[in-house]
Nanobody, 124 residues
Framework: QVQLVESGGGLVQVGGSLRLSCVAS????????MGWFRQAPGKEREFVAS????????YYADSVKGRFTISRNTAKNTVFLQMNSLKPEDTAVYYC?????????????????WGQGTQVTVSS
Protein backbone atom coordinates (compact mmCIF):
# COMPACT_ATOMS: atom_id res chain seq x y z
CA GLN A 1 0.00 0.00 0.00
CA VAL A 2 1.50 3.28 -1.13
CA GLN A 3 1.73 5.85 1.63
CA LEU A 4 2.71 9.50 1.37
CA VAL A 5 3.25 11.49 4.56
CA GLU A 6 3.71 15.24 4.31
CA SER A 7 5.01 17.47 7.10
CA GLY A 8 6.58 20.83 7.80
CA GLY A 9 3.63 23.13 7.31
CA GLY A 10 2.66 25.89 9.70
CA LEU A 11 1.76 29.52 10.16
CA VAL A 12 4.22 32.06 8.79
CA GLN A 13 4.17 35.76 8.04
CA VAL A 14 4.40 37.25 4.58
CA GLY A 15 7.96 37.02 3.31
CA GLY A 16 8.79 34.12 5.57
CA SER A 17 10.02 30.63 4.73
CA LEU A 18 9.00 27.03 5.33
CA ARG A 19 10.47 23.69 4.32
CA LEU A 20 8.07 20.87 3.59
CA SER A 21 8.97 17.18 3.59
CA CYS A 22 7.25 14.16 2.11
CA VAL A 23 8.23 10.60 2.97
CA ALA A 24 7.03 7.89 0.60
CA SER A 25 6.70 4.22 1.43
CA UNK A 26 5.04 1.04 0.23
CA UNK A 27 5.94 1.41 -3.42
CA UNK A 28 8.64 2.18 -5.95
CA UNK A 29 9.54 5.83 -5.63
CA UNK A 30 13.28 6.03 -6.12
CA UNK A 31 13.02 5.72 -9.91
CA UNK A 32 9.97 7.94 -10.39
CA UNK A 33 9.52 11.70 -10.60
CA MET A 34 7.98 13.27 -7.50
CA GLY A 35 6.14 16.50 -7.07
CA TRP A 36 4.13 18.86 -4.92
CA PHE A 37 0.57 20.07 -5.30
CA ARG A 38 -1.58 22.41 -3.25
CA GLN A 39 -5.24 23.06 -2.66
CA ALA A 40 -6.57 26.32 -1.31
CA PRO A 41 -10.05 26.57 0.23
CA GLY A 42 -12.74 26.50 -2.44
CA LYS A 43 -10.24 25.87 -5.23
CA GLU A 44 -9.06 22.93 -7.30
CA ARG A 45 -5.84 21.17 -6.40
CA GLU A 46 -3.03 22.60 -8.49
CA PHE A 47 0.49 21.60 -9.47
CA VAL A 48 3.37 23.38 -7.71
CA ALA A 49 6.69 21.70 -8.58
CA SER A 50 8.24 18.42 -9.69
CA UNK A 51 11.66 16.78 -9.64
CA UNK A 52 13.01 13.94 -11.76
CA UNK A 53 13.99 10.62 -10.27
CA UNK A 54 17.65 11.62 -9.82
CA UNK A 55 17.03 15.26 -8.96
CA UNK A 56 18.64 16.43 -12.16
CA UNK A 57 15.58 18.14 -13.58
CA UNK A 58 12.92 20.30 -12.00
CA TYR A 59 9.78 22.07 -13.17
CA TYR A 60 7.75 24.79 -11.44
CA ALA A 61 4.42 26.46 -11.76
CA ASP A 62 4.85 30.07 -12.82
CA SER A 63 3.31 31.26 -9.57
CA VAL A 64 6.16 29.82 -7.47
CA LYS A 65 9.10 30.04 -9.86
CA GLY A 66 12.06 31.79 -8.24
CA ARG A 67 10.62 31.42 -4.73
CA PHE A 68 10.22 27.66 -4.23
CA THR A 69 12.86 24.96 -4.65
CA ILE A 70 12.10 21.26 -4.91
CA SER A 71 14.69 18.61 -4.10
CA ARG A 72 14.82 14.96 -3.09
CA ASN A 73 16.81 12.40 -1.17
CA THR A 74 16.24 9.34 -3.32
CA ALA A 75 17.91 6.96 -0.87
CA LYS A 76 15.40 7.99 1.80
CA ASN A 77 12.35 8.23 -0.49
CA THR A 78 11.94 11.82 0.63
CA VAL A 79 11.09 14.93 -1.36
CA PHE A 80 11.40 18.48 -0.05
CA LEU A 81 9.90 21.84 -0.92
CA GLN A 82 11.78 24.92 0.28
CA MET A 83 9.40 27.85 0.18
CA ASN A 84 10.78 31.38 0.46
CA SER A 85 9.21 34.83 0.11
CA LEU A 86 5.84 33.40 0.99
CA LYS A 87 2.69 35.26 0.02
CA PRO A 88 -0.88 35.05 1.33
CA GLU A 89 -1.90 33.33 -1.92
CA ASP A 90 0.43 30.45 -1.04
CA THR A 91 -1.94 29.51 1.77
CA ALA A 92 -3.16 25.98 1.06
CA VAL A 93 -2.86 22.34 2.01
CA TYR A 94 0.24 20.94 0.33
CA TYR A 95 0.45 17.38 -0.96
CA CYS A 96 3.11 15.28 -2.64
CA UNK A 97 2.69 12.59 -5.25
CA UNK A 98 4.58 10.68 -7.91
CA UNK A 99 4.38 10.21 -11.65
CA UNK A 100 5.44 7.28 -13.80
CA UNK A 101 7.65 9.29 -16.13
CA UNK A 102 9.28 12.70 -16.43
CA UNK A 103 7.24 15.14 -18.52
CA UNK A 104 9.39 17.69 -20.32
CA UNK A 105 8.21 21.27 -19.61
CA UNK A 106 4.93 19.96 -18.25
CA UNK A 107 3.41 19.37 -14.81
CA UNK A 108 3.65 16.03 -13.09
CA UNK A 109 0.50 13.91 -13.35
CA UNK A 110 -0.23 12.33 -9.96
CA UNK A 111 -0.41 8.53 -10.02
CA UNK A 112 -0.71 7.57 -6.34
CA UNK A 113 -3.31 8.01 -3.65
CA TRP A 114 -3.09 11.30 -1.79
CA GLY A 115 -1.76 11.65 1.72
CA GLN A 116 -3.27 13.86 4.39
CA GLY A 117 -1.28 16.91 3.29
CA THR A 118 0.26 19.63 5.42
CA GLN A 119 -1.34 23.02 6.01
CA VAL A 120 0.56 26.17 5.10
CA THR A 121 -0.91 29.47 6.23
CA VAL A 122 0.69 32.78 5.30
CA SER A 123 -0.58 35.74 7.30
CA SER A 124 -0.39 39.33 6.08
Amino acid sequence: QVQLVESGGGLVQVGGSLRLSCVASGGAFSTYPMGWFRQAPGKEREFVASVSWNGGSTYYADSVKGRFTISRNTAKNTVFLQMNSLKPEDTAVYYCNRDTRWRINAPLIPQSSWGQGTQVTVSS
